[in-house]
T-cell receptor, first 116, second 115 residues
Framework: AQSVAQPEDQVNVAEGNPLTVKCTYS??????LFWYVQYPNRGLQFLLK??????LVKGSYGFEAEFNKSQTSFHLKKPSALVSDSALYFC??????????????FGTGTQLKVEL | NAGVTQTPKFQVLKTGQSMTLQCAQD?????MYWYRQDPGMGLRLIYY???????DKGEVPNGYNVSRLNKREFSLRLESAAPSQTSVYFC??????????????FGPGTRLTVL
């Protein structure tokens, strides 16, 4: 089965500084990777995904992620953090379920806190 | 275009009670999913429906049943609620049958507490 790991439960960063939220993956075959964000008491919102092509993927709200095959990583980045970026971030990988359908396998989430 | 909607937003049940969580999407998507979110565990798939008329078990199906009523609606039923089912439940949908590499779009969630 495919899996992703988010090694940090929480990341703190000052507003205006660059931020990185880490994700590593373990897959057999080609990795299809996603980042989602969850604001308090809200559902998950899609940020970006890597299917194939350029290793640097650009997404919503100024976020980007770098796919690194040799390091099996898919870290989420933003050049300049905003207080409004404070939220829970999930990395996910597409997996094939036993019934033949597709599902997402999620990491445990990283809480990002951006402070003034 | 409301996307994915879920009702109710909050629910408190006593052990042994039953209830149905409703989900609907207006994006004409083929695949629909039910996940539960528990602290420190991310989201886990309960059931999914690869297309209208089909459903299949996910990682944690015990204690749940689902119905894909039509292309728009996918409900989750707890027949006899247990405290271990206290969680936040999310419905999601994606465009193609069986999902492929499609983005999944999530509803706002239902917070369920079982006493």
């Amino acid at each position: 089965a495919q899996s992703v790991a988010q090694p940090e439960d929480q990341v703190n960063v000052a507003e205006g500084n660059p931020l990185t939220v880490k994700c590593t993956y373990s897959v057999s075959g080609n990795p299809y990777l996603f980042w989602y964000v969850q604001y308090p008491n809200r559902g998950l919102q899609f940020l970006l995904k890597y299917i194939t092509g350029d290793n640097l993927v650009k997404g919503s709200y100024g976020f980007e992620a770098e796919f690194n095959k040799s390091q099996t990583s898919f870290h989420l980045k933003k050049p300049s953090a905003l207080v409004s970026d404070s939220a829970l971030y999930f990395c996910a990988v597409r997996d094939i379920w036993t019934g033949g359908g597709n599902k997402l396998t999620f990491g445990t989430g990283t809480q990002l806190k951006v402070e003034l | 275009n409301a996307g994915v909607t879920q009702t109710p937003k909050f629910q408190v049940l006593k052990t042994g009670q039953s209830m149905t969580l409703q989900c609907a999407q207006d994006m004409n998507h083929n695949s629909m999913y039910w996940y539960r979110q528990d602290p420190g565990m991310g989201l886990r798939l309960i059931y999914y429906s690869a297309s209208e008329g089909t459903t299949d078990k996910g990682e944690v199906p015990n204690g749940y049943n689902v119905s894909r009523l039509n292309k728009r609606e996918f409900s989750l039923r707890l027949e006899s609620a247990a405290p271990s089912q206290t969680s936040v439940y999310f419905c999601a949908s994606s465009e193609r049958p069986s999902g492929g590499t499609d983005t999944q779009y999530f509803g706002p969630g239902t917070r369920l507490t079982v006493l």
